[in-house]
């Protein structure tokens, strides 16, 4: 297997990840639009007391994932650059 290449598992552990982190910011997007633009894109039926911050949250949380593989990722590249 090539060396640039990531084993089946692995990679589909960052598709997950990658598709968690774009709807996380879809949410974080709808919920920033719907406090500070006023445009309700969430439908009525939908709605309840808070849910812009409560969307942004959502969002925040389903980043998660995928800032803690960029880190991780990053701390392996600084690790083996230094040996």
Same mark, same amino acid.
């Given at each position: 297997m090539a060396a640039g290449r990531r084993h089946g598992k692995?990679?589909?552990l960052e598709t997950v990840d990658?598709? %968690?982190d774009l709807f996380g910011t879809v949410l974080i997007t709808l919920g920033l639009v719907e406090l500070f633009a006023g445009l309700l894109l969430v439908p009525e039926a939908l709605r309840f007391p808070y849910y812009g911050? *409560? %969307?942004i949250a *959502?969002?925040?949380v389903l980043s998660i994932p995928f800032a803690a593989d960029v880190i991780r990722h990053v701390r392996r590249v600084r690790a083996a650059d230094t040996h």
């Open positions: 692995e990679r589909n990658v598709s %968690l911050p *409560a %969307l *959502a969002g925040v």
